[in-house]
């Protein structure tokens, strides 16, 4: 069906290299074998290296939308109530995720392209008690990253509140430290910064939202954090059949991230960033992202300035064998997105940048 | 990790061919693509086509075990009950899903090795309400199947109550005719029959079910049917980031099993278990399900009279690359489970016992 591949420069899937995907063509094996549990275990103990964490970690077979489930379920209590800190559509798909699931969340609007900050979270927890403050790390919508280290700290002074973080679109490849920063739940899927096919979400839980958790009634069971994470203290291994062959890719594909080294994944995206925004600007674009809140991981492009054909542009990059991604939802057309995450360096995307200035004849 | 690979002749994950492992490695492409929306829907039309259904078919990322929490959230109201046949684990667990997401569910015990009948259901659909009915069309726990057939005719004189069917392990290799029959939930996985890697779940639903999903609050995000079935009625897509490269390979898997027609399929898989039952007789062996109800996809042998030693078994066929299923649960040891399903065929299932009878001296 797909006749030339193009290399992926959209906020996700992103691009997966030879030597990943073959690893999701090994043979199979049992979920309930020796070889699993040293697989899952494994990846779990690489991610806790990777995070520098001591916290509960997870591994589930689905999209990383079900941890939105997942918060709602298991972390609001029927009684009580979450603050949604909505700037996109990723950030507002979590407060419909906890009102479908029939829990309370107050919802407060923040313009697409601006971030949410600690005066804005601060300003809500003084006036009313809530269980859990939701919000992007990185707005994969808009290119809005929050400041989520100063958050945290905030959110230190609210012992009842739990800090639960969609970071979907920048857990590694944007510096994250859980226990650092006092993260309750912070969640991400495979097909973004670790650049692996989509279909497993991990999530990051600390020992109070798993507390909370127990006391929560009616949290069902694929998605039960108290049934899952004690399974794994138990067995090491999950309650239902995994994706045996992503976690197999996903195993391979972390020695090579502790391999590179947090430290300089996260420089090297930082450049991919810094290079792209100054592109667009040397171009007449603007930057859609308001300043100091611009991600590392996916630059969104404002188009309203010089308004330039994005479906055309995608058609022409198509035959070089590349796509990027129209900007989201109300803003399509009016921005564009590149996703520069996961294995993409800095020549790669200068080879982007260039075959857009030949189209465009920037 | 793993040094020699054993052939899988376990109820699940099942062997899978290396052409199919293969698809699993191609390259990605984006989930909101004109490709994507030619893979998802060509998967659900070959799905429609084999099961010769016309109702809303979906594929979930997940593992099977999501569609009890499905089952759970979109089919019972917060007043309703459902009546749970349970006859061994995965019965059990459906029963445990319903109660653990705060709903009602009375539970029909059966001893394990039985069967759950027409009779039975009938007597407890005279004496009470139920919004549902659930069992498992093929135990896997146990090797016993449940006429769902004549279940469903009995079914159709109860319209207010759907009928909730887990077929994880024999979807696609047991008859299944969703519309014929009356199923109104049927679910499987893709590590059984359809021979491929686990990570997506297949559901076939009845306009019946999703009629009553519309009329169930709090059905949250990832597990709402209602949303589900109508984003793919809309876009021909699914809500959020699938298992792209599982996806690729289903659609490839399809177009062998329908080149292979679902009636070889089913019969293959008959002949398999056929000549199962008689090997493990001839060596004094018992059958652990009943006569009548003996499942064709995984063989559980009674080893309470022979008393072999199954892990020690296990160890020495490892040496020749195979590996077959200890009894499940309270019956470890005093059973084994061979599963014979998905691309396995006599032949191989022939050198699979003759390497047991030479380990066991038979």
């Known amino acids: 069906m797909i006749l030339l591949h193009k290399k992926l420069w959209i906020p996700g899937p992103t691009e997966v290299k030879e030597d990943v995907l073959m690893e ?172 692996l096919p989509p279909g497993l979400a991990i999530g990051i839980v600390s020992q109070k939202a798993l507390d909370r958790a127990k006391t929560v009634p009616d949290k069902g069971m694929y998605i039960n954090l108290e049934a899952i994470l004690g399974y794994y203290d138990k067995k090491k291994q999950t309650p239902s059949t995994p994706n045996i062959s992503l976690l197999t890719a996903f195993d391979y594909k972390l020695k090579q991230m502790l391999t590179e080294g947090a430290e300089n994944i996260y420089r090297r995206h930082k450049e991919m960033a810094d290079y792209t925004h100054e592109w667009a600007l040397k171009h007449g674009f603007g930057l859609f992202a308001e300043e100091g809140f611009r991600s590392v991981t996916v630059t969104t492009v404002d188009n309203r300035e010089k308004n330039m054909d994005i479906d055309a542009l995608n058609k022409a990059l198509a035959e070089k064998g590349l796509v990027i991604a129209n900007g989201y939802g109300p803003f399509k057309g009016k921005t564009f997105r590149i996703g520069h995450m996961g294995d993409h360096t800095l020549d790669g995307l200068k080879e982007l940048l260039a075959a857009i200035e030949e189209i465009w004849e920037l």
């Open 24 to 195: 999701q063509a090994k043979p199979l094996f049992g979920h309930r074998s020796k070889d699993f549990t040293l697989l899952y275990d494994s990846v779990l103990t690489q991610l806790r290296e990777f995070f520098k964490t001591e916290q509960h970690v997870l591994v589930i077979t689905a999209s990383g939308t079900i941890f939105m489930d997942i918060a709602a379920r298991n972390l609001i209590t029927n009684e009580g109530k979450a603050l949604c800190c909505v700037n996109g559509s990723f950030s507002s798909r979590m407060h419909k995720a906890i009102i479908d699931s029939g829990k309370k969340a107050d919802r407060m609007e923040i313009d697409w392209g601006k971030a949410v900050t600690v005066e804005m979270i601060k300003e809500k927890l003084e006036t009313s008690n809530y269980e859990a403050v939701t919000f992007c790390y990185n707005e994969t919508s808009t290119g809005v990253k929050a400041d989520l280290k100063a958050i945290g700290e905030l959110l230190k002074n609210y012992p009842d509140t739990l800090l639960v973080v969609d970071a979907v679109s920048s857990m590694g490849g944007d510096m994250l430290l859980p226990d650092e920063w006092g993260t309750d739940l912070v969640f991400a899927s495979t097909q973004k910064c670790f650049a």
